[in-house]
């Protein structure tokens, strides 16, 4: 899966390459849409093997499905069910998307065994009915459904990244050797989720709060990883190195890093969402120097997940 990885962002750094020659050896390059697309190329491929081209379209529908989610109303109790345009236009698009990801399934059921993470998932849904006893097909579909759906410092990160791999790609046992410092800082400034959803299982006071058992409660991401008791007095600016000695001494409680969120609900890709950025990072610094170009306006925007409003422009050339 890492070699996949790697060619297609190979794939992408060839554009750029090309790019740069046009443009007198620095490129502005609006590096979001590439790393967007290059992202839905690597999951398509890892999740529906030969099927990737279809899995392309399911991504590009969850995008846009995305977009419109980004309008409702958050936090209006009852909302999501009244059958408002906006609401409307997510059920269609939802209902579409369900269709093709069991089509796809249907044509992998029909056809010779391929070792991806659709047939992972596959088996996955085998292994749930064998354990939990049978289940309806639609609750099969579902489990199918909700699981594709959740399968998105330069000088001294550069000499890290050639001391690591040379002049070779990036390989399994290569990452592995990868810090992740530079990842888990950017991660903890601008988590992909900005707030995440508990439930109270009985009635709790926190401080002089009553929380009634059944009510829903929000925890902001991004004002937990930036808090100062938590972090210390530098937790609003970027520093590594205060990943150094992993989470444990980066934050006073440990618990209260959640780019992925944590415990039963954690993100299912984590791990492939963190070899794909050890890939993507380490061919872009092996190959490329860059920095903020003046067109860039800094605003990050919640849209279901923390996007660059203006979009990432960079001025690249080669390293």
Not at 136 to 154: A, G, L, M, W
């Amino acid at each position: 899966m890492v070699n996949l990885m790697v060619d297609s962002t190979t794939l992408m750094l060839r554009s750029w390459e090309s790019r740069i020659e046009n443009e007198a050896r620095i490129a502005n390059i609006k590096i979001d849409e590439d790393l967007r697309s290059l992202s839905v190329d690597i999951i398509s491929r890892a999740c529906f093997g030969s099927n990737y081209s279809q899995g392309e379209e399911i991504f590009l529908k969850l995008n846009t499905l995305q977009r419109i989610m980004s309008k409702g109303n958050v936090g209006v109790p009852g909302f999501r069910f009244l059958p408002s345009k906006n609401n409307r236009a997510m059920w269609k698009i939802e209902k579409e998307i369900n269709s093709m990801i069991l089509k796809v399934v249907k044509q992998r059921n029909e056809a010779s065994y391929e070792k991806d993470l659709l047939q992972m998932i596959l088996e996955g849904a085998k292994s749930y009915n064998d354990y939990y006893g049978p289940s309806t097909d639609s609750f099969r579909d579902n489990f199918i459904v909700n699981n594709c759906k959740n399968i998105y410092f330069q000088a001294r990160a550069r000499a890290e990244v050639l001391e690591i791999c040379g002049d070779s790609p990036p390989d399994a046992n290569m990452l592995q050797n990868m810090k992740t410092i530079l990842i888990q800082e950017t991660l903890r400034l601008y988590p992909p989720a900005a707030f995440v959803i508990r439930e109270a299982l009985e009635n709790i006071t926190f401080k002089d709060i009553m929380i009634s058992k059944g009510i829903n409660v929000q925890i902001p991401i991004p004002i937990l990883q930036r808090h100062c008791d938590l972090w210390g007095s530098d937790a609003h600016k970027f520093n590594p190195e205060r990943f150094a000695h992993g989470i444990v001494g980066a934050c006073k409680t440990p618990r209260a890093y959640l780019p992925f969120k944590v415990g039963s609900r954690v993100c299912a890709g984590q791990h492939f969402a963190m070899t794909k950025l050890k890939v993507i990072l380490s061919l872009i610094l092996s190959k490329f120097c860059f920095s903020l170009s003046p067109a860039y306006r800094h605003s990050p925007a919640f849209k279901l997940v923390t996007v660059p409003e203006h979009g990432v422009t960079l001025c690249v050339r080669k390293a």
